[in-house]
């Protein structure tokens, strides 16, 4: 087999000199014949100046390297898309297949024997296990990392469940902008992805889940020498894959290791968006994503991490705690514990090896339980035919089963010249709806399902409604907000349909979401749809418009529909 420096050679049609052409120009570096025969490590490089969540990515390279070299390889860092969650227009979810492809390509087309993957950020960590999926090479996931928490006025705060309550308490009235001000600097106060349980920690979750990862990396915290450690094994990891030439990411991501994940992703009152990830990363592994078991798992998996936003911790206390493994100790009588883990062993070694720690209030037992189920619910209906999504771990109970009058907004524009407008008609228990924010419609599927309260009931001190979309929402966001509702408005779902008044049923333990109009005026309405759908501008060139023309609803992860392996679906249809 091929390995190290001449693999994949550039094609002159004369290998010999292909050889020597690259020999001769990596030289350039300095080198030695030595170091040239060792397996090669890759590394990826997402530092971006646009990226504070992968602030640490240089000091980690720097451990990852020393890794590599303690078990003879040789290390090479190469750069890929970098996306941070809030410096990307018009959302990170639009880049992310972009951001797989690139990792990917990049995987494939340079020589390397393995791969060390450095994400964090919520988008990063889903496509570069995508692109490891569909690479199969040997590969070790390292995570940059949860910021360590702020203080303000004696209050611990973190991002980003505290900036979203923190800046309703603004636009209630009750906090100055003074104040606002001071509190941005406090947020956030090291390098690290978000601190609470939001997608960048459920993806770091559902990547040591997976077995992709080192035990505990999900957990050590961005700046703290743990981290960095971590980062020095997972280096000397990939160095002993790349001569041992496995696992791939093949012999890791099977129906057992994703049922796994979806148990973690119940009992860590994981992000939405993680669903879609990990039906995007079965969907490149060739493994089938079933929502009705991922559903079902929410009834007898509760959640058991005390971790905002669903509780009251944030993950450098689940990391003191014991991270994952002591998390999944309280899961073994369902998790698949010969699952094999990257690191050599398997999910039942790395529980094993979890420590005790006495006394601690973030990993509950499942005898005492956050929340008696999981953290979400799939729903079905005639509003939703492929399926929505509600965290409902995160949501007001006594809203869970709710039946209101629809306020509707027809796009994120609509609604942001509306939502604060102090005569817009509607009241407490009304339903905001919010449509043409899916995959293609936004495009991208903005985080815009967490719509607002509208000014004049948030400074009547209503704190949450519920409020239904085909948008996303960052998983750090509390209240009873129904997302991803497929199919999308802007491809004729019957979201497009639901008319200002309308009454609408919300009800999470029949999983029922439900226009309530006869069945008659339904098929009238969407007759009426379908004759005159409704225009939309479409993007013309470019990524956009591969974007448009090949993305995926969300039941079925929002990948490119050509990306999936042997283009296959993953998520049969609920009547199938
Ligand atoms: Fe990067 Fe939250 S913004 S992890």
Known sequence: MTTGLRKGLTSYGDA?????????????MGYSDDALERPIV??????????????????????????????????????????????????????RNLMAMDTEEMIKAQPMDSVVLLGGCDKTLPAQVMAAASADLPTVVLQTGPMVVGNHKGEVLGACTDCRRMW???????????????????????????????????????????????????????????RRRIAEA???RAAEIAIAGKPKPSDLLTPASVRNAMIVLQAIGGSTNGLIHLIAIAGRAGVPFDLAAFDQLGRVIPVLLNLKPSGAHYMEHLHH?????????????????????????????AIAAAEQVPNQDVIRSFASPLKPEGAMAILYGNVAPLGAVIKHSAASPHLLRHTGRAVVFDSIEDMTNRIDDLNLDVAAEDILVLRNAGPRGAPGMPEAGYLPIPMKLARQGVKDMVRISDARMSGTAFGTIVLHIAPESAVGGPLAIVHNGDQILLDVESRRLELLIADAELEQRLAALKQSPQQRETPQRGYAKLFEDCVLQADQGCDFDFLLRDGARTTPKKDE
Not at 70 to 82: D, K, N, R, Y
Not at 338 to 349: E, F, Y
């Open 42 to 95: 890759g590394i990826t490089n997402t530092f971006s100046d646009y990226n504070p969540c992968h602030g640490n990515v240089p000091d980690l390279i720097e451990s990852v390297k020393r890794g590599v070299m303690l078990a003879g390889g040789l290390p090479m860092v190469f750069p890929t898309i970098s996306i941070g969650e809030s410096f990307a227009h018009p959302t990170s979810m639009f880049l």
């Open 234 to 236: 997972s280096g000397k």
């Open 321 to 349: 705690a014991g991270g994952l493994p002591a998390l999944m100790r309280e899961l073994t009588a369902f998790l698949d514990l010969d699952a094999p883990n990257v690191s050599g062993g398997t999910l039942g070694d």
């Open 16 to 28: 010999g000199f292909s050889l020597f052409l690259r020999k001769a120009f990596i030289k350039a």
């Open 168 to 226: 309703a308490q603004h636009r209630a009235g009750n906090i100055d902008l003074v104040e606002i001000e001071t509190i941005s600097g406090r947020l956030c106060p090291s390098v690290g992805t978000c601190s609470v349980m939001g997608t960048a920690s459920t993806m770091a979750c559902i990547v040591e889940a997976l077995g992709l990862a080192l035990p505990c990396s999900a957990t050590a915290p961005a700046p703290l020498a743990d």
